[in-house]
C-alpha cells in the first residue's frame, strides 16, 4: 500500500450521483467491513433464525417432564444436560429463543419509546415540568426495579405480553434520565440555535439535531439494558410471575438454575452463555452502526489503519532522520524545527494530501505569522506541529518536526503528553467549540492549571483568576462559575488564550487567536503575549487573516497557498515588496487597500484551488496574471529559492523586483 | 436618559426602516428557576438602551469592545432573544406581538448568521443537508432538481465548489465553514441579513468576494444588513451607518463617514486611533492602549460607564473642570455622578453620548 497507489485513488470526490448505490447494500457492507460490525451482525442474524426456526430444530419434546433423568450432566442425548424436571436444556434454549427475544427487545422498546421522549421534554421545557419528571425518576429509582415490574404485573396480570411492559417500565428512568443528560449537552451547542434562527420548528429541531446526535449514548445505553432487561424478566419468572411456567426463556431458565448453582452448575452455565452472548451481539452491532452514522469517527473506522499503526511502531523505534540528527541541540535549538512536512487527511477515497512539503523555523522569542488562502492547509499544519493531528485522520506522510531540539512525530502516546503539557500551548481557531459547553469555564481553566503540577486548591483558584485577569475579563471571581454560553465570543476566545497559557508554554501555537476580539483589547492581548515572549522567550505561531496584525506583530511571515510555502521571509520584507503573485494579490485585497466605498474590492479571480485536484506545474498557475500560460509555470512545482532576501517559489519572482 | 431617541439619520424616508429598535434592553440572569424555587444571580446587564433604525436597502454596522453586547443585539433584532424591555420592529411588525410561530415564519425573512461558524453547524449534516434544511423548513424550490440548482447557484456564490457539499463540518477548514453558514443565511432569500462577524476567518481575497458578494445582492435585491464586525476598515466600506457599542450601549451612533471620520466619543476615538496604527508594536516597551480594564457588566460604573478609563475625563479634571476623587484617578465630576444624554454633531447625522462631545480638546491621543 504505497502512497502512490493512495494518491492515484484520490481524484474525484464529488459527483457519487450518478449510479447510486442500493443504501441497504451500502449499509450492509460498511457494517461487515467492521470486524466488530461482522461479528456482531452475525451473531443478531443466528439469534433471529434460532428465534423463528427454533422450535422446529429442538431434537427432543422440551415439555416432557422425565423424573427418572432430572439434573443430568450434558451427555450425548442431552447435549447441554437435563434440568430440574428431567426436560432436555438444549431443546428448550432452543424453543426459548422466541421469547427471550421479544421480552428483551420489547422491554428496552418500551422503555425506550417513553423514556426517550420523557427525557427530551423534560431538557427542552425545563422549568416545572423537568422538576416534576425529574423528581418522580428519583422516587422510581430509589425502589429495587423488582417491585415496580411486580407492581405492573400485579395490576396487569400475568402473562408474556405485560412481562414486556413491566421490564420495560424498570428501565423507562435510566432512559429518561440519560437523554435529558445528553439533550441539555446537544442543546448547548451553538448549532441548535443556528437551526432556530433558520426558523425550524421544536419538532424538526428535535428530530433532526437533537435526536441524531443522542443517538450513539442511547443506542448504547439500549444494548447494555438488554440483559439487564432478561434478568429482570427471570426475576419475575422466578416470583411465578414471568412467563408461565412450562413455556421456556433463557432468563427464567437461569433463575430456575439458581437453586442448584452448586451441585449442578451446567444448569446456569448454558442458559447464562446465550444470554451473555446475545447481549454482546447487540452491543457490537449498536457499536458498529454507531460507528457509521457518527460522521466524526467513520472515515477512520473504513480504513482501520492496521498496517499504518505498524509502520508509525517500527518509525518511532528507528533512529531519526538525517536532518534532524543535524538539527543543533542546545540553547540555541530553534523551539520549532519543521522539514520537509506532507500530511495527507484519510479519506472515503484514498488519500487527501493538504500541506505539501513545508519547511519552517521559529527560535525563541520569535514569532512567525501564517497567512493564506482559506484551506490550504494552515491549521492541520498548526495541528501537526501540536502533536495533536489524530493518526485516524491524518497521515504524516513524509518530513520531521522538532520541538526544542527534541523529534516530536512518532513518539509514544506519554511522551507526547508530557511534551505538550510542558512546551506547548494551542489556541485553535473556532474558540467556542475548544470549551466543554457543559463544565464552567472556572472548571476548564484548573484542570488547565493542575496538569501536572501540585497546587492547592486555593493556589489553583488564584491562578486561575490570575489568568483571567491577564487576559482582561472582568470580575473573574464570578465569571469562574459561569458556563461557555454565558460568555461573548471575544470573551471565549480569550479564555482559550488563558487555558494555553496556563502551563507556561515554551512554544503558543495560535489559530486566529484574536479573530473576535475588538482593535482595543486585540491590542492589550497582544501586549500581553510580547509581555510573555520578552520574560520567557516564548515562541509563537500565529495563524491569521489579518495582515495589518501581522504587520504590527510579527517578526516573520509566510504565505501559504495549497498546501505550501510560496513565500517567506522578515515581515519588512515580504510586506512590503512582495515577490509571489499571490502575496502581491493579498495585499491589493484587503479593504481600505485603495478601493474607495461602495467600490468592489479586488479578489484573486478564479477558483480558488481544490486539494487532491491541483493543476500540474505550479498550484496558482489559472490564476496567476504574471504566468500568463508560459511554459515554465506548468513544467514542474516551483522549487522554493532564495529572491531578494527571502524564500519564494515562484519562476519569474525576479520580474516583481524590476 | 430613557427619552425616547430618535436617530435623526433619513427624517424624510422614516417610513422605509425595515428594522427599528426601540429602546431595547436585555439583561441575564436576573432570576434562575430551579428545583428550590427562584434565586437570585447577578445580573448581566449585556444591552440596555439601544435605539436604532435601518432604511430598506441600507447597511447598518455595529462594532465595540468584545462583551459589550453585540451578539445579544443581535439575537434581540431576530427574535432568538426576548428583550427585558424596549421593542423591535421588522417590516412594521412588532417583535413582541408575534407568538413562536409567528417567529418561525418571519425568519424566512430575516437570517441569522452566527458568531462561530463551526459551532453553529450541526457535525452530523453534510454541507447539502445544511443548506437542503434552510430550504425544507421554508418550503422553497420543493422540486428536487430546482433545489439542486438553487445550492448549487448559492455554494459558487460563497466560493465553495460542489465538491464540498458531501462534506462535514469537521471536514473543512475554519473559512470554508463560515462560507457554509453565510450560504446557509442566503440560500432562502431572505431581506434582512444579520451577520455577526461574517468574514473573521476568511483571507482577504475570500473576504473581498464574500463582500463583493453582498454587496451585490444588496443592489439588486435591496437586502438590508446589519453587520457585527470588528475590522474598522470593512465598516467604512461596506456600511452607511454604524453604532459604537460599549458596555451594553450605543455610545456613538449615526452616519459612517461622522462617525468614523470625525469621532467624538472618546472611545471611538481610540478604537479610531488603533485601527490607523500600522507601525510595529514595539516589544521592549511595553504599550498600553485604553488605561484600566474593562468594567465588568455585572457592576455597571455610575454616571458616564465609559468614565473609569476615559482619557477625556482625566485630562478635563487636570484642565480645571470640576472634578472628583475616585478608585481610578481624579475625573471630571460631571462624568462620574450623570449619564450624558446624546449629544447630536454639528450636521445632526451622528450623536455622541459624552458631557464633553463638542469639547475640542487640544491633544486627545496622548
Ligand atoms: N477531516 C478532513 N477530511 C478531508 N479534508 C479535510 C478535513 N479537514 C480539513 N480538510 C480539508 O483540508 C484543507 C485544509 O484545511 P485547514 O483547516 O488546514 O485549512 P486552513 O488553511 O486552516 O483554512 P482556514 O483559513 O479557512 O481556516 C481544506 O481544504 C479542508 O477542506
Ligand atoms: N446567556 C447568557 N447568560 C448570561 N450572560 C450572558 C449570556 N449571553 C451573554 N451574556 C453576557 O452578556 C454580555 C454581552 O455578550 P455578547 O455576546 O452580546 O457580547 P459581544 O458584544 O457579542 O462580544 P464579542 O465581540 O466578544 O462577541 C457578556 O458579558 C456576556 O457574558
Ligand atoms: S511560477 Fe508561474 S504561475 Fe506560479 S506564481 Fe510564478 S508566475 Fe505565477
Ligand atoms: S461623559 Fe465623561 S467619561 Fe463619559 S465619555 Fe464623556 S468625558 Fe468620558
Ligand atoms: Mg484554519
Ligand atoms: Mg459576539
Known amino acids: ?658 | 436618559m430613557n427619552a425616547p431617541f430618535r436617530l435623526p439619520l433619513t427624517p424624510d424616508a422614516a417610513s422605509d426602516d425595515v428594522v427599528i429598535v426601540q429602546n431595547v434592553s436585555r439583561h441575564f440572569g436576573s432570576s434562575r428557576t430551579g428545583l428550590f424555587g427562584r434565586r437570585a444571580a447577578p445580573v448581566v446587564r449585556a444591552v440596555e438602551d439601544v435605539s436604532f433604525r435601518v432604511p430598506r436597502g441600507s447597511c447598518f454596522a455595529i462594532v465595540g469592545e468584545s462583551g459589550s453586547g453585540k451578539s445579544s443585539l443581535a439575537r434581540l433584532v431576530v427574535g432568538l432573544l426576548r428583550p427585558t424591555s424596549g421593542e423591535v420592529t421588522i417590516g412594521s411588525v412588532a417583535l413582541s406581538s408575534l407568538d413562536d410561530a409567528g417567529l418561525r415564519g418571519m425568519r424566512r425573512k430575516v437570517q441569522l448568521v452566527l458568531q462561530d461558524p463551526r459551532a453553529s453547524l450541526d457535525p452530523r449534516m453534510t454541507v447539502l443537508d445544511t443548506l437542503a434544511e434552510a430550504l425544507t423548513v421554508h418550503s422553497l424550490h420543493r422540486d428536487r432538481q430546482a433545489r439542486r440548482e438553487r445550492i448549487d447557484a448559492v455554494i459558487g456564490m460563497v466560493g465553495l465548489s460542489q465538491a464540498h457539499l458531501t462534506r462535514y463540518p469537521h471536514e473543512l477548514s475554519g473559512g470554508q465553514r463560515q462560507r457554509v453558514a453565510i450560504a446557509r443565511a442566503i440560500v432562502c432569500e431572505p431581506e434582512i441579513l444579520v451577520l455577526d462577524e461574517p468574514v473573521s476567518a476568511l483571507d482577504v481575497s475570500v473576504q473581498a468576494q464574500i463582500i463583493n458578494l453582498l454587496a451585490d445582492l444588496q443592489a439588486r435585491l435591496a437586502l438590508t444588513y446589519i453587520v457585527i464586525t470588528h475590522d474598522l476598515a470593512l465598516v467604512a466600506h461596506m456600511a452607511d451607518a454604524v453604532g459604537v457599542m460599549y458596555l451594553g450601549r450605543f455610545v456613538e451612533q449615526g452616519d459612517v463617514g461622522d462617525v468614523c471620520g470625525a469621532p467624538r466619543h472618546p472611545y471611538t476615538q481610540s478604537l479610531m486611533a488603533i485601527a490607523a496604527q500600522v507601525s510595529p508594536l514595539d516589544r521592549d516597551r511595553p504599550a498600553t492602549v485604553l488605561e484600566g480594564s474593562i468594567p465588568s457588566p455585572l457592576a455597571i460604573p455610575s454616571g458616564c460607564s465609559f468614565h473609569t478609563r476615559c482619557p477625556r475625563a482625566r485630562a478635563l479634571a487636570a484642565a480645571g473642570v470640576e472634578a472628583v476623587d475616585t478608585a481610578d484617578g481624579r475625573l471630571a465630576r460631571l462624568c462620574v455622578e450623570a449619564a450624558p444624554l446624546p449629544h447630536p454633531a454639528p450636521g445632526g447625522r451622528s450623536t455622541a453620548k459624552c458631557h464633553f462631545a463638542d469639547q475640542s480638546l487640544p491633544d486627545q491621543s496622548s
Open chain 1, 1 to 658: 500500500m504505497s502512497l502512490a497507489q493512495d494518491m492515484a485513488a484520490v481524484p474525484e470526490r464529488a459527483e457519487s450521483t450518478t449510479a447510486k448505490p442500493n443504501p441497504a447494500w451500502t449499509l450492509l457492507r460498511r457494517i461487515l467491513v467492521q470486524p466488530k460490525g461482522a461479528v456482531g451482525l452475525t451473531l443478531v442474524v443466528l439469534y433471529l433464525v434460532l428465534a423463528v426456526i427454533g422450535p422446529a430444530l429442538a431434537p427432543q419434546d422440551a415439555f416432557r417432564q422425565n423424573f427418572a433423568q432430572t439434573l443430568r450432566p450434558p451427555s450425548a442425548a442431552h447435549w447441554f444436560g437435563t434440568d430440574q424436571l428431567g426436560r432436555d436444556v438444549f431443546s428448550r434454549i432452543l424453543i426459548g429463543a422466541r421469547a427471550t427475544l421479544g421480552i428483551g427487545v420489547g422491554g428496552v422498546t418500551v422503555a425506550f419509546l417513553i423514556g426517550v421522549p420523557l427525557g427530551i421534554l423534560a431538557a427542552w421545557r425545563r422549568g416545572w415540568i423537568e422538576a416534576v419528571l425529574m423528581r418522580a425518576i428519583d422516587v422510581m429509582l430509589s425502589f429495587p426495579d423488582i417491585v415496580f415490574a411486580l407492581a405492573v404485573v400485579a395490576i396487569l396480570g400475568a402473562n408474556t405480553q405485560n412481562v414486556i411492559i413491566a421490564v420495560g417500565v424498570v428501565s423507562i428512568p435510566v432512559f429518561a434520565r440519560t437523554a435529558r443528560a445528553v439533550t441539555l449537552s446537544v442543546l448547548a451547542e451553538p448549532y441548535i440555535e443556528g437551526s432556530v434562527a433558520l426558523g425550524a420548528s421544536p419538532a424538526r429541531v428535535i428530530m433532526r439535531h437533537v435526536l441524531p446526535n443522542i443517538s450513539g449514548t442511547l443506542l448504547t445505553l439500549s444494548t447494555l439494558l438488554f440483559a439487564s432487561t432478561l434478568l429482570s424478566a427471570s426475576g419475575l419468572g422466578f416470583l411465578g410471575l414471568g412467563t408461565q411456567p412450562p413455556f421456556p426463556e433463557w432468563g427464567t431458565m437461569l433463575g430456575d438454575s439458581r437453586s442448584y448453582i452448586r451441585s449442578h452448575p451446567y444448569l446456569a452455565t448454558f442458559p447464562g452463555l446465550f444470554l451473555a452472548v446475545s447481549a454482546l451481539a447487540f452491543n457490537l452491532l449498536g457499536d458498529a452502526l454507531r460507528t457509521i452514522y457518527d460522521p466524526t469517527s467513520r472515515r477512520a473506522a473504513r480504513r482501520l489503519p492496521m498496517l499504518n499503526f505498524l509502520r508509525r511502531r517500527t518509525a518511532a523505534s528507528a533512529p531519526p532522520a538525517a536532518g534532524l540528527a543535524a538539527a543543533p541541540a542546545g540553547p540555541d535549538a530553534p523551539v520549532v524545527a519543521v522539514e520537509g512536512l506532507h500530511l495527507a487527511f484519510r479519506t472515503g477515497e484514498g488519500l487527501l494530501e493538504v500541506v505539501r512539503g513545508v519547511d519552517l523555523t521559529i527560535c525563541a522569542g520569535r514569532t512567525l505569522a501564517i497567512v493564506g488562502e482559506s484551506g490550504s492547509g494552515k491549521s492541520t499544519l498548526l495541528r501537526a506541529i501540536g502533536t495533536l493531528a489524530n493518526p485516524q485522520e491524518v497521515a504524516i506522510t513524509a518530513g520531521t518536526v522538532a520541538i526544542g531540539g527534541e523529534p516530536a512525530l512518532g513518539l509514544p502516546a506519554a511522551a507526547v503528553r508530557d511534551l505538550r503539557r510542558r512546551k506547548i500551548g494551542i489556541v485553535f481557531q473556532d474558540a467556542a467549540s475548544a470549551l466543554n459547553p457543559v463544565l464552567t469555564v472556572g472548571a476548564q481553566l484548573a484542570e488547565a492549571v493542575r496538569a501536572g503540577s501540585r497546587l492547592g486548591p486555593q493556589a489553583v483558584r488564584q491562578r486561575c483568576i490570575a489568568l483571567l485577569r491577564d487576559v482582561n475579563i472582568a470580575d473573574p471571581e464570578r465569571r469562574l462559575e459561569m458556563y461557555p454560553h454565558q460568555f461573548s465570543g471575544g470573551m471565549k476566545q480569550r479564555i482559550v488564550i488563558a487555558i494555553a497559557l496556563a502551563q507556561n508554554p515554551e512554544l503558543l501555537l495560535a489559530d486566529e487567536p484574536t479573530s473576535a476580539l475588538d482593535v482595543t483589547i486585540q491590542q492589550q492581548i497582544l501586549v500581553l503575549l510580547r509581555e510573555i515572549q520578552r520574560k520567557r522567550g516564548m515562541a509563537i505561531l500565529l495563524v491569521t487573516h489579518d495582515l495589518n496584525l501581522v504587520a504590527r506583530f510579527a517578526d516573520d511571515v509566510a504565505v501559504m497557498y495549497a498546501g505550501r510555502l510560496v513565500e517567506s521571509g522578515a515581515i519588512a520584507t515580504v510586506l512590503e515588496q512582495p515577490l509571489h503573485p499571490y502575496t502581491q494579490a493579498l495585499r491589493a485585497s484587503a479593504p481600505g487597500a485603495g478601493e474607495g466605498r461602495g467600490q468592489p474590492l479586488r479578489s484573486i479571480p478564479g477558483e480558488p484551488p481544490l486539494v487532491g485536484q491541483l493543476p500540474s506545474g505550479c498550484a496558482f498557475r489559472p490564476r496567476c496574471p504574471r504566468s500568463a500560460n508560459r511554459a515554465e509555470c506548468a513544467a514542474q512545482e516551483p522549487p522554493e529559492r532564495m529572491v531578494a532576501s527571502r524564500q519564494v517559489a515562484c519562476v519569474f519572482a525576479e520580474e516583481a523586483l524590476s
